[in-house]
């Protein structure tokens, strides 16, 4: 269970940011019983951390960019993160098909090495298939001159889900969270950061918080949060934007994923199965400013149709679109190095008044980006010499019995999922109920919209609210939904 605001004079952590990279600095601050505070100017993973295309994986793009030591790094992470949170963080099949003969020898180099990073105690290794076995695990593959294709494995969660679970970790550890907090400056002493202030964008309340460590863990919102400390900060960040469609299942049968190797950018692309509809993403899109609700513009959809339409036997259209959301990467500045081909690693940094800031990184390495985060805190000197503990630690199994009948047949969820999420994970807005803490927007904004008053009268009845309170609501959500129907 998340739980409110504890009265604490000073805090030993206080981490901004509530994405991947935010909430894990919490947990491992909190599981090393550093008392630990984490203000989200938002919802819990409102911005780029809901919006991935849903992989706990090495990157197979990674390793023709050569980045070895990363790829590494992201699969040793993928086996921590399915041994600690197996009920979060699952297996899926892939197939990488091929249709010329010498592509055989090039994808079996690359699973090789990709086998021999993820180390003895990684996944399956990869096995190549028959055209017949490939398409007996995939029967909506375009057939025509297909000549087999390489088999392997990686992990697959839900982005938004794990983020509540690791926020309701961090709490039951006593970290306390706050969302819809937004910091608007620091507390100083001779040049030192000691502190925020912030504003409760719920009840308009301004708060100041007090601590020995300020952590900027806000992701694409981290070189804002360095101009509070010093307005002359030079900017660290850039960004590209990865947009994805979603299809209804009929478009891959079966639950093998598959890879589209070659598309017309040079990148690969997905087809995943994911609660029970099928994602295809990304794109890659450099941009020139962070935004907390990027959309996917027409030629990023057209292009994800296309991809889906050369290597499927039915040919998706715009009218099959059930949802389609983007995200914005926060990608570390190489000098003028293109964002298709800047590294998802991630950069720890110091700053003169004792900010720290983590920046970069992906969903994958959040966890290994917190543990060096804090452990560069207690290098500095700030905090008290304790070992992480979030490699070995299990995520609580927080199981809840789903009463009652599903609101619409086309989405998997009940009023007990929304009543739960009211009640137990912090949930404030019809938004947060309908887009993370189930992912209805994501899977059929049609139906999410049909049954929003429904659910809306649910919010308003768990927190005791006004008529006036639940149609706001309403008219909030129908027009934040209105971009994901393209």
């Known amino acids: ?236 960040m850039a960004f590209s934007r990865g947009s994805h469609i979603v299809l209804d299942k009929e478009f891959l049968s079966g639950e093998t994923a598959l890879i589209f190797p070659k598309l017309n950018d040079g990148r690969l692309a997905f087809c995943i199965p994911w609660h029970n509809k099928v994602l295809v993403g990304t794109t890659d899109v450099a941009t020139d400013r962070p935004l907390q609700e990027p959309h996917p513009t027409h030629e990023e959809i057209e292009f994800l149709l296309n991809a889906a339409g050369q290597y499927l036997s039915k040919k998706p259209q715009a009218h099959h679109i059930r949802s389609a959301f983007a995200g914005i990467r926060p990608l570390v500045k190489r000098s003028t190095t293109p964002t298709a081909k800047l590294s998802r690693s991630h950069k720890v940094s110091i700053g003169k008044s004792h900010l720290i800031t983590v920046a970069g990184g992906k969903w994958t390495t959040a966890r290994r980006m917190a543990e060096d985060t804090i452990d560069h805190a207690i290098g500095a000197g700030l905090l008290e010499n304790i070992t992480c503990k979030t490699m070995k630690m299990p995520f609580d199994e927080m199981t809840h019995s789903h009463k009652g009948e599903k609101l619409h047949p086309a989405l998997p969820y009940t009023d007990d999922d929304f009543k739960i999420a009211i009640e137990h994970e912090m949930a404030q807005t019809l938004t947060d109920l309908l887009a993370r803490r189930t992912r209805s927007l994501f899977l059929d904004v049609k139906a999410t919209l049909e049954i929003a008053p429904t659910v809306a009268r649910s919010l308003q009845k768990y927190l005791a609210q006004t008529d006036a309170f639940r149609e706001e609501q309403i008219e909030t959500f129908t027009t934040f939904a209105r971009p994901y129907s393209p």
């Open 1 to 236: 269970m998340l739980k409110e605001a504890e009265r604490v004079d000073f805090w030993d952590v206080i981490v901004i940011g509530g994405g991947a990279t935010g909430l894990w600095c919490a947990y491992d601050a909190a599981l090393r019983g550093f008392r630990t505070i984490l203000i989200e100017q938002a919802d819990f993973a409102s911005a780029t951390s809901s919006k991935s295309t849903k992989l706990i994986h090495g990157g197979i793009r990674y390793l023709k960019q050569g980045q070895l030591l990363l790829v590494h790094e992201a699969l040793h992470e993928r086996r921590i993160l399915s041994t600690i949170a197996p009920h979060l963080v699952h297996s899926r099949s892939f197939i990488l098909p091929y249709y010329k003969w010498h592509e055989r020898p090039y994808y079996g180099l690359g699973m090789s090495l990709y086998d021999f990073l993820a180390g003895p105690l990684g996944e399956e290794a990869h096995q190549f298939l028959q055209p017949s076995e490939v398409l007996t695990r995939c029967p909506t593959l375009d057939a025509d001159n297909l000549r087999g294709g390489c088999l392997f494995t990686d992990g697959q969660f839900d982005d938004a889900r794990f983020a509540i679970e690791l926020a309701k970790m961090a709490a039951l550890h006593e970290a306390t969270l706050l969302n819809y907090t937004k910091v608007t400056s620091f507390i100083k002493q001779e040049g030192r950061i000691e502190g925020v202030i912030a504003r409760d964008l719920i009840n308009d309340q301004e708060m100041e918080i007090h601590g020995k460590v300020v952590i900027n863990a806000s992701g694409i919102f981290s070189d804002e949060i360095r101009r509070l400390d010093e307005p002359t900060s030079p900017p660290m």
